[in-house]
């Protein structure tokens, strides 16, 4: 079993450091990191007004930055060969494509807002896999609007990282193309070690829930499926447009304002729909569950309510995939007291709540069924929550 380790983010943020000043000829006037994030439970509520519970990775993105003389804009990435060069008046929706959209963006998103800006050239090394459902889009953003503020003049406190929770999403949506109910940045922004944070998406308040596993002899086991996710390819905002068309069908902003729900599933007529409501109501309440288990300090009584959640996504909101399915049921049947996909799902990653001596143990279960099935080996991280976005350098 392979682990993908974060790496030290001193020693990251030292390496780019020197990687920006070989490719600009000039000091970086800062590093910022923002990390990944997994969703413990609350998935595809944010966009409904629901509750969720993310924690933030170890894993995280770095972005170097620095002022220029003129208003020009130039992003780069050491993953990523191509890079963009525009002007800040050229970096809005239909003007920057590819990955560069999540960085360049956020600029555009917080000239919206009206912040001055200056020019700047930003480099950003990644160590959030990929196409692994872990919010790696996110993090570039939050690095790269944390760098903005401060290049910006901004001192950042709660009220500014607000701020810059809605210039990312906008930054995702408006300019990426890729709809995002907000969990993303949130976390990435506001996420604490050694807890989780419950999120209310309905009017943005949000508080940390403890969240220790390693207190209790447990491990959360993230698996990437190597089932590329994307949230671009239609299946998310299909299951978004459905979310809205039961809303409006129900005379609510959001679905997480009705109030008789019993009475709402019964005044669906729509198949569909109404499975697709379902799993909106239930995954709240299952939220709400699992934080007052975690409140009374009954970590291990969370497993079941995982396994509920990924039935609930795999049969009502139906974006689950065969490699998820597989995963959580492997991890089951060899210990695990609970799984579930995480993240927008048709791919990604799963989540299994693990006891500590029995990891390797499910983590060679899982990749014996991927060989079984002949699919690519499955990606193996183990995280505790960390912290959200901040200067590093």
Not at 82 to 90: C, I, K, M, Q, Y
Not at 116 to 126: A, I, R, Y
Not at 163 to 177: D, I, K, N, Y
Not at 348 to 368: C, M, N, R, W, Y
Request: glycine share 10%; charged share 25%; aromatic share 6%.
């Amino acid at each position: 079993m392979e682990i993908l380790e974060p790496g030290s983010p001193t020693a990251l943020a030292d390496e780019l450091t020197d990687w920006f000043e070989r490719l600009h000829g000039r000091p970086a006037a800062g590093v910022y990191a923002a990390p990944g994030r997994v969703n413990l439970i609350g998935e595809h509520v944010d966009y409904n007004g629901g509750l969720c519970l993310p924690m933030a990775l170890p894993h995280a993105t770095y972005a170097a930055l620095a002022v220029r003389a003129d208003d020009t804009v130039t992003v780069t990435s050491r993953q990523q060969e191509d890079s963009f060069t525009g002007t800040l008046d050229a970096l809005g929706p239909g003007q920057v494509s590819g990955w560069s959209a999540y960085a360049a963006g956020v600029l555009w998103a917080l000239r919206e807002e009206g912040w001055e800006l200056p020019g700047m050239d930003v480099v950003v090394d990644s160590r959030v896999p990929l196409g692994a459902g872990l919010s790696s889009s996110a993090a570039i953003e939050c690095a790269v609007a944390l760098g903005a503020a401060e290049l910006a003049g901004v001192p950042v406190d709660d009220e500014v990282r607000a701020v810059l929770v809605r210039a990312c999403m906008r930054a995702e949506e408006e300019v990426a193309g890729a709809p995002t109910g907000g969990m993303d940045q949130a976390i990435s922004l506001f996420g604490r070690s050694e807890a989780a944070l419950l999120l209310d998406c309905r009017d943005w308040s949000r508080s940390q829930v403890a969240w220790d596993p390693a207190a209790h002899d447990l491990t959360l086991l993230i698996v990437d499926t190597r089932a590329s996710h994307t949230l671009t390819d239609g299946g998310y905002a299909a299951r978004r447009r459905d979310c809205e068309t039961a809303a409006s069908a129900l005379g609510v902003e959001l679905l997480r304002d009705v109030t008789d729900q019993p009475a709402a599933l019964d005044a669906l007529d729509d198949d569909r729909l109404r499975r697709r409501v379902r799993h909106v109501f239930t995954e709240i309440d299952r939220v709400r569950e699992v934080v007052d288990l975690l409140r009374a300090g009954q970590i291990t009584a969370v497993g079941p309510v995982f396994t509920a959640s990924h039935a609930s996504l795999r049969d009502d909101y139906e974006v689950s995939c065969p490699e998820l399915d597989v995963v959580v049921d492997t991890a089951l049947a060899h210990g695990a007291l609970g799984a579930r996909m995480t993240g927008g799902g048709f791919g990604g990653s799963a989540i299994a709540l693990v006891p500590t001596d029995s990891v390797e143990d499910v983590a060679k279960a899982v990749e014996a069924a991927y060989v079984d099935h002949g699919w690519a080996a499955p990606g193996f991280l183990t995280a505790l929550p960390s912290d959200g976005a901040r200067r590093l350098g």
